[in-house]
């Protein structure tokens, strides 16, 4: 009779540690994909449907921590573009 509770424990233990992985690979994965996303060229961002092999690229970080320059609203520029400013016209 022991063993019949021992093992009933063991499968709700295992069911209960099954169900916690579950729950964190779906609340991990959105975030692993923003994630990624930061690593995309904007024109591999804009892609559809989305592309999960890209080569990573650090460019909207750099942006992001060097830019001095403000753009009018609605101004976008191209990669060609912001490679062809100098640094502190970032």
């Not at 591999?44 to 753009?71: C, E, N, Q």
């Not at 520029?77 to 912001?82: C, D, G, V």
């Amino acid at each position: 009779m022991a063993e019949i509770v021992s093992k009933r424990k063991n499968i709700a233990r295992y069911f209960i540690i099954l169900l916690i992985i579950i729950i964190t690979v779906v609340y991990m994965v959105p975030i692993i994909y923003i994630i990624s996303t930061s690593f995309k060229s904007w024109s591999d961002v804009m892609k559809v449907p989305p592309t999960f092999a890209f080569k990573p690229s650090l460019g909207a970080y750099i942006r992001s921590f060097t830019t001095r320059v403000v753009y009018p609203a609605g101004t976008v520029l191209t990669e060609a573009e912001l490679a062809g400013l100098k640094w502190y016209e970032r």
